[in-house]
Each structure stands twice: as C-alpha cells, then as structure tokens.
C-alpha cells in the first residue's frame, strides 16, 4: 500500500541554519503530497502542498518540489528561526480511499 | 471562517468506560476524517464519513466507531476503553469536489485512560 518514510529526528539546528527534512514516498497513482507542521498543544497546519509532478509549494520560507523519478518531496527552509520549532509531517493524499496517509514526524528544535 | 472545534479537550476516563469525542467542521465541509494521534504510531487513519456515510475505515478494533450528522458535524466512540487508547484525536475536514484532499485539523481531544 501507499506509505511515507521521513527522516528521523530530532533535529537541532541553531537560528538561521538551512533546513532539509527528507520525505520519500510510495503510491500507486498520482498523489497530492503535503507538509503539515504541529506546534506544541495544537492540531496540525498545513504547510504546503504539491499536486503534480515537478510543481513546487512554498510557504513562509519554506519550500518542496514533487519530484516524482526519486518519489520525494524534501522540505527546505533557507534560515531557520526558533519559532519553527515543531514537529513537521509528510503526507500523501490517498483520494481513492478518502484518507491522508502521513509520515513518522520530524522534531525540529531551533536554537537562538 | 470558524475553524474545525473538537470538544471536549480533555478527558480522563477509566479502563472498561467508554467515550464520546465530538467534532465539527468547517461550515460547508461535508468530509470529516478521524486520526489517532500516538508517540509510538504516529498518526494513524480511523475513519471518513461524507453526507453521513463512512466512505472507509482504518485498522482498528470494532471498539472503536463514528457517525456524521446531517449538519456534518461528526462524533467517534470508543467503548471499553483499554490504558492503550490513550491518544490525542484530531478530526479533520475536507472541502467537497477538493481532488488534492487537502484536509483541515481541529485542536484534537487528549484522552488519557487510568
């Protein structure tokens, strides 16, 4: 069946280092792929998200291009700052079967 | 546009109860998702309901079940409650004839079972 596999965290990073959490997946068909993040006490945000190959989505300095021969959709962010502290999902959409399939999580810690 | 709201938020609920969660959307969402939140499994998929019907349904006991409303709002039940069903639960919803499922969270409910 369809899965998501994300790097493992924690990660710790001090206030404007370069972010890269790696996502790859596995689906049959066309999915939408997303990222959603969650700060502490709430439910999840999306972050961005990308409905065909090739097609980036951004938001809020962050950044992740679909790209469908290495079946990733890495998420980048050119200066971190220690509000992005939270744990970040990579999600793909199942629509046949009506469900989000997600991720394991990333814990990411920004240091001042 | 009110968001999704989950009540309660909080709940302490002892082995063998059972429990009600309850859920509504975004005012015309008709699609509304279920998740278990855990430290150990992550987030895992309950069920969908879509004009009161539930459209699919995750890998979990018979323990646990769901219903939607005509007004869309949705509740989930969990009968004989066992110390593992300690979770946080988040609703989602999703906007109709929307093919990227992009869905929207609610706060979530935190059960925690003693």
């Given at each position: 069946g369809d899965s998501v596999t994300q790097m493992e965290g924690p990660v710790t990073l001090s206030e404007e280092a370069f972010l890269t959490i790696n996502c790859t997946y596995t689906a049959t068909g066309y999915p939408s792929l997303f990222w959603y993040v969650q700060y502490p006490g709430e439910g999840l945000q999306l972050l961005l998200k990308a409905t065909k190959a090739d097609d980036k989505g951004s938001n809020k300095g962050f950044e992740a291009t679909y790209r469908k021969e290495t079946t990733s959709f890495h998420l980048e962010k050119g200066s971190v700052q220690v509000s992005d502290s939270a744990v970040y999902f990579c999600a793909l959409s199942d629509t046949g079967g009506f469900k989000t399939i997600f991720g394991a999580g990333t814990r990411l810690f920004v240091k001042a | 546009k009110a968001g999704v709201t989950q009540t309660p938020r909080y709940l302490i609920k002892t082995r063998g109860q059972q429990v009600t969660l309850s859920c509504s959307p975004i005012s015309g969402h008709r699609s509304v998702s279920w998740y278990q939140q855990t430290p150990g499994q992550g987030l895992q998929f309950l069920f969908e309901y879509f004009s009161e019907t539930q459209r699919n349904k995750g890998?979990?006991?018979?323990?646990f079940s769901g219903r939607q409303f005509s007004n869309s709002r949705s509740e989930m039940n969990v009968s004989?409650?066992?110390?593992?069903?300690s979770a946080l639960y988040l609703c989602a919803s999703s906007i109709e004839g929307d093919l990227t499922y992009e869905q929207y969270f609610g706060p979530g409910t935190r059960l925690t079972v003693t």
């Open positions: - | 890998n979990f006991p018979g323990r004989t409650l066992e110390l593992g069903d």
